[in-house]
T-cell receptor
Framework: GAGVSQSPSNKVTEKGKDVELRCDPI?????LYWYRQSLGQGLEFLIYFQGNSAPDKSGLPSDRFSAERTGGSVSTLTIQRTQQEDSAVYLC?????????FGPGTRLLVL | AQSVSQHNHHVILSEAASLELGCNYS??????LFWYVQYPGQHLQLLLK??????LVKGIKGFEAEFIKSKFSFNLRKPSVQWSDTAEYFCAVNRDFGNEKLTFGTGTRLTIIP
């Protein structure tokens, strides 16, 4: 069956611009997670959705980061006023609990 | 908060050698344990998982891991590695509370020399 998909696969943006990253979870998975993978920080949790609500946002690094999920399916991670330190691979995972299945990620480069 | 340690940052082995990658976690409660693998240019894939029961779990591609509760360890093993095992390996843990975020180790890069 189809796995977790993410788009775009690569994104290059200029410092100060806003970006939106999209995640399509595996059909039927109610839990959805965003993580960030960067050289200096490894794999870090950002936010968790159960259905359309986000009971755990503890990993969002600043108020420039936000995320939403609609229809219990697609999720969008938005980064406003991007900074060079936001450059990383942003990973999405979905889960029927407790195992999480990861998408291919979006590689973000902020120039 | 839980944490995960992977002490081997880069391991280089010849084909057919045996492999053991260390993973230790810190959390006093019940946990679920995972090993994920990331092959070059590919996304994270689940290698194996432990929830409860037999502490020796077997995963894909001949990998296995043993949960030793007294040592807070979940080491990954393979008796004979292949060149295709070249990848980065991540140990991860989450609390056994239903849907919980994963805490990852820093990863171990495994290079197999043909």
């Amino acid at each position: 069956g189809a796995g977790v998909s993410q788009s775009p696969s690569n994104k290059v943006t200029e410092k100060g611009k806003d970006v939106e990253l999209r995640c399509d979870p595996i059909s039927g998975h109610t839990a959805l997670y965003w993580y960030r993978q960067s050289l200096g920080q490894g794999l870090e949790f950002l936010i968790y959705f159960q259905g359309n609500s986000a009971p755990d946002k503890s990993g969002l690094p600043s108020d420039r980061f936000s995320a939403e999920r609609t229809g219990g399916s697609v999720s969008t991670l938005t980064i406003q006023r991007t900074q060079q330190e936001d450059s990383a691979v942003y990973l999405c995972a979905s889960s029927p609990s407790p195992t999480q299945y990861f998408g291919p990620g979006t590689r973000l480069l902020v120039l | 908060a839980q944490s995960v340690s992977q002490h081997n940052h880069h391991v280089i082995l010849s084909e057919a050698a045996s492999l053991e990658l260390g993973c230790n976690y810190s959390y006093g409660g019940t946990v679920n344990l995972f090993w994920y693998v990331q092959y070059p240019g590919q996304h994270l894939q689940l290698l194996l998982k432990y929830f409860s029961g037999d502490p020796l779990v077997k995963g894909i591609k001949g990998f296995e891991a043993e949960f030793i509760k007294s040592k807070f360890s979940f080491n990954l093993r393979k008796p004979s590695v292949q060149w295709s095992d070249t990848a980065e390996y991540f140990c991860a843990v989450n609390r056994d509370f239903g849907n919980e975020k994963l805490t990852f180790g820093t990863g171990t890069r495994l290079t197999i020399i043909p």
